[in-house]
Each structure stands twice: as structure tokens, then as C-alpha cells.
């Protein structure tokens, strides 16, 4: 969770209690302030700015969306949390829990869950499920930049889930990208062996990389589909 161990509030200059309005008025404040076209004829200071620009934009960026800001604020709750027991061994459940993300009593330990971290795996797989809806919905819209971005948060909460490594490997699919896709499928199969979607998307890429030539059975085959891949990745813009 290295992202939301920021302080977006603080880089935004906002109290976490601030409204959506006065997060908005402050970012386009530092926008204006920090902008690098302020700066045309001094290369220095540019690149000072463009570093500042992008903190505010990307603090923006989750703060701005009441979705993403409600994930940001009970990930970083977690967070605290985790800290606290780790100074002073308590593995009591945090009142930073709302009642109902909580686990019910299915955790891998028995009736208690996870003692440890109770409730974080159950918060954790809510909003990938959630960044998973969202990639379906943007996968249809053809917005595949935006989709491969919300694949890779749900990744990022939980790594270990087949299905994401599924979806992921179809948005790269859909933009063409088969290497990478075909590395999210067996990433997937890696976890489960018998995962049908997987399957399918092997044999699916497995004909597409053969008909374009990236099948693999030779040495300077597969070396130059993968570059090619990889060029093709650079050379389009995200």
C-alpha cells in the first residue's frame, strides 16, 4: 500500500475533514502556482515544478473522486492501525473499522479470522472487487489505460486472486499487448492450475501469438515478439 502511505491531504494543503469543494479549490490553486509553463526559460526550476505538479495532480486525482478518497481513507485507517499493534501488541479490533467491513467469522483462523490483522483481507478484497467492476465497465467503453490502471489496484490489494490476473490480461489483450497478457494468464495458473478462464485465455493467445509469429518455438522467435512487444509499449501513449 505505498501510495496511500502518503499524505495527499498534506501535499494538498487540505484537513482530512475538508469538503470535495475545498479540495478542488486548493488543487487548482497549486496547479496555477506550480505549473512548469510558469517556468520556460529556467530549465531548473521547471524540473522542480514539473516533480511538484505531478504530487498535487496524483493527490488530486484520488482525493477528487469520493470513491477512490473512501478507499484512501480506509486503507491509511488500516495502516495506522497495523502500527499501533506493532507498538504495542494489541491485537484488539480497531474502532477505525466500520462494524459491518468487518469479518463475519469465515477468516482462515476459525471464528475469529485473521487475529493478526482481522477484517483487513475481508476490506481488501471489497475494493478490488470494486476496481474489478470498474475495469469491466472502462474494458467496454474502450478506455483500456484507465482499465489496466484499476486492474492493478485490485492486484495490489490482493495478489493472490486468479481473476484479477484474468482481467488484467484480457485489457492488455484488447490493446494488443499478447505478451503481457500471456504473462497475467500464467501468473494465474500459477496460483490455480485448474482455473478455466486462464485456460481459455492461454489457448486463445497461444493461436494469436502463433498466427503472428510470437508462437515461441524458436529461440529468436520468441526474442523478438517480446521486444517488439515492449517497443510497441513504449512507443504508444498511456
Do not use: C
Not at 47 to 60: D, G, L, N, R, S
Not at 69 to 91: C, K, M, P, Q, W
Not at 126 to 136: E, F, G, M, Q, S
Amino acid at each position: 500500500m505505498q501510495e496511500f502511505e502518503e499524505d495527499y491531504y498534506a501535499t494538498l494543503g487540505v484537513d482530512p475533514e475538508a469538503s470535495q469543494e475545498e479540495i478542488r479549490r486548493s488543487y487548482l490553486g497549486l496547479a496555477k502556482k506550480l505549473h512548469p509553463d510558469r517556468f520556460p526559460n529556467d530549465p531548473e526550476q521547471r524540473a522542480i515544478a514539473q516533480k511538484e505538479f505531478a504530487k498535487v495532480t496524483k493527490a488530486h486525482e484520488v482525493l477528487g473522486d469520493a470513491d477512490r478518497r473512501n478507499e484512501y481513507d480506509t486503507l491509511r485507517s488500516l495502516a495506522r492501525r497495523r502500527s499501533e499493534i506493532v507498538s504495542t501488541g494489541s491485537f484488539v479490533v480497531s474502532s477505525l473499522i466500520p462494524e459491518e467491513e468487518r469479518l463475519t467469522g469465515n477468516g482462515p483462523h476459525g471464528p475469529q479470522g485473521d487475529e493478526t490483522h482481522p477484517g483487513d483481507d475481508h476490506i481488501n478484497v471489497k475494493w478490488a472487487n470494486k476496481h474489478l467492476t470498474r475495469a469491466d465497465e472502462l474494458l467496454r467503453k474502450k478506455r483500456y489505460s484507465e482499465a489496466e490502471t484499476a486492474m492493478k489496484e485490485a492486484i495490489r490489494l490482493v495478489p493472490n486472486e486468479p481473476r484479477y490476473h484474468n482481467k488484467l490480461a484480457e485489457v492488455y489483450l484488447s490493446r494488443g499487448w499478447k505478451t503481457l497478457a500471456m504473462t497475467e494468464v500464467q501468473t494465474s495458473l500459477r496460483l490455480d492450475g485448474t482455473n478455466a478462464e486462464a485456460r481459455s485465455l492461454e489457448v486463445k493467445l497461444k493461436s494469436l501469438m502463433k498466427e503472428s509469429g510470437q508462437s515461441g518455438s524458436g529461440k529468436d522467435g520468441k526474442k523478438k515478439g517480446f521486444l517488439d512487444q515492449i517497443k510497441e509499449i513504449l512507443n504508444k501513449k498511456l
